[in-house]
């Protein structure tokens, strides 16, 4: 059994030992308060509740306690054993009153079961605690003997490739010796030889120098050229960059002149709908649909409110409003497509 098993079977025992623990506690609030509260002065009956309440905090302290002793491994002495038979006994006795004094013994049987099932599950819940704690420490014992027996092997293995290494080392030394010498030797051979190699290359570099002293003149010659050839360019692309600018200059300002009397043109052709929507007046009857779309068109065009285009169109401001709002749609999205 793994360490992961261990704990998984240590959380299933938790959990159910809460389970019956909560449910034992429910079970005698509600049998053992009939029982408080028949044998309790009527002014005080309200406290009824609070001695089944005091025992069920016994109950979770000495097993919540007892559980955390058993998974540390430790014992609590007697104190604990004589807490935990003392509250058993105690919600057994609450538990199974009523029925005992009214002589029934099917109710003391049944009233018997939770108190019952809650000291044997303590007893019980210790003992396998204790055990999962044993099962823990062997397991934490067998881990920590196979790491021990793992480093032992690893510092061995280690070990053994240090004495191959050095042993490597040596036999690499010995070949380096060797291998200086030889490459010692054939030093010497090749210095001589670049000795007489770098007395013929000097005469050769020297024959080099001269013509590459009469090819750099020529190149100066043509590089002098070229850079005369570029300047002249250059000037020329100025003077079109510089034509070409106030070219776009001039066309940038016509179009700024232009589209200022399209805007004027535009300002006067809505005063004159605004102002001709205004001088109409509101109809005597509601105009047809059709017509009264062109109507509000014209006058949302025209910056007319909403309130006064209803006026004029004769239908309400609800539907006016709902074609303004179409309207403005339509040049949003007019908008989002030109960008």
Same mark, same amino acid.
């Given at each position: 059994?793994?360490?992961?098993?261990?704990?998984?079977?240590?959380?299933?025992?938790?959990?159910?030992?809460?389970?019956?623990?909560?449910?034992?506690?429910?079970?005698?609030?509600?049998?053992?308060?009939?029982?408080?509260?028949?044998?309790?002065?009527?002014?005080?009956?309200?406290?009824?509740?609070?001695?089944?309440?005091?025992?069920?905090?016994?109950?979770?302290?000495?097993?919540?306690?007892?559980?955390?002793?058993?998974?540390?491994?430790?014992?609590?002495?007697?104190?604990?054993?004589?807490?935990?038979?003392?509250?058993?006994?105690?919600?057994? /006795?609450?538990?199974?009153?009523?029925?005992?004094?009214?002589?029934?013994?099917?109710?003391?049987?049944?009233?018997?079961?939770?108190?019952?099932?809650?000291?044997?599950?303590?007893?019980?819940?210790?003992?396998?605690?204790?055990?999962?704690?044993?099962?823990?420490?062997?397991?934490?014992?067998?881990?920590?003997?196979?790491?021990?027996?793992?480093?032992?092997?690893?510092?061995?293995?280690?070990?053994?490739?240090?004495?191959?290494?050095?042993?490597?080392?040596?036999?690499?030394?010995?070949?380096?010796?060797?291998?200086?010498?030889?490459?010692?030797?054939? /030093?010497?051979? /090749?210095?001589?030889?670049?000795?007489?190699?770098?007395?013929?290359?000097?005469?050769?570099?020297?024959?080099?120098?001269?013509?590459?002293?009469?090819?750099?003149?020529?190149?100066?010659?043509?590089?002098?050229?070229?850079?005369?050839?570029?300047?002249?360019?250059?000037?020329?692309?100025?003077?079109?960059?510089?034509?070409?600018?106030?070219?776009?200059?001039?066309?940038?300002?016509?179009?700024?002149?232009?589209?200022?009397?399209?805007? #004027?043109?535009?300002?006067?052709?809505?005063?004159?709908?605004?102002?001709?929507?205004?001088?109409?007046?509101?109809?005597?009857?509601?105009?047809?649909?059709?017509?009264?779309?062109?109507?509000?068109?014209?006058?949302?065009?025209?910056?007319?409110?909403?309130?006064? /285009?209803?006026?004029?169109?004769?239908?309400?401001?609800?539907?006016?409003?709902? #074609?303004?709002?179409?309207?403005?749609?339509?040049?949003?999205?007019?908008?989002?497509?030109?960008?």
């Amino acid at each position: 059994m793994n360490r992961v098993q261990i704990r998984s079977s240590e959380r299933a025992l938790s959990v159910g030992t809460w389970l019956i623990v909560g449910g034992a506690m429910l079970y005698s609030v509600l049998t053992v308060t009939p029982l408080m509260a028949a044998h309790t002065p009527a002014e005080w009956r309200w406290t009824a509740p609070i001695l089944p309440l005091v025992v069920d905090a016994a109950v979770v302290i000495v097993v919540r306690l007892d559980s955390v002793l058993a998974r540390l491994g430790g014992h609590g002495g007697a104190w604990p054993v004589a807490l935990r038979w003392m509250t058993g006994a105690m919600t057994l /006795a609450l538990n199974i009153g009523v029925s005992a004094l009214a002589g029934d013994l099917v109710g003391v049987a049944v009233h018997a079961v939770a108190p019952l099932l809650l000291i044997v599950t303590a007893e019980a819940g210790l003992a396998y605690r204790r055990a999962l704690t044993a099962a823990v420490l062997a397991v934490d014992s067998r881990e920590r003997a196979e790491e021990d027996d793992r480093e032992r092997k690893a510092a061995e293995r280690d070990l053994n490739r240090l004495r191959a290494a050095r042993e490597q080392r040596e036999h690499e030394a010995a070949l380096a010796r060797e291998q200086r010498d030889h490459e010692a030797a054939l /030093a010497r051979e /090749a210095a001589e030889r670049q000795d007489r190699i770098r007395r013929e290359e000097q005469a050769r570099l020297e024959e080099a120098e001269r013509a590459e002293r009469e090819a750099a003149e020529r190149r100066e010659q043509i590089r002098e050229q070229q850079q005369a050839e570029r300047e002249r360019l250059e000037r020329e692309a100025a003077q079109q960059r510089e034509l070409e600018a106030r070219q776009r200059a001039e066309r940038e300002r016509q179009d700024r002149a232009e589209q200022a009397e399209r805007e #004027r043109r535009e300002q006067e052709r809505i005063e004159r709908e605004r102002a001709a929507l205004l001088a109409a007046g509101p109809p005597p009857e509601k105009l047809p649909e059709e017509q009264a779309r062109v109507t509000v068109q014209a006058a949302f065009a025209a910056g007319v409110p909403v309130r006064v /285009a209803a006026e004029l169109s004769g239908w309400s401001v609800g539907w006016a409003s709902a #074609r303004y709002q179409e309207h403005r749609d339509a040049l949003a999205t007019a908008a989002a497509l030109g960008r």
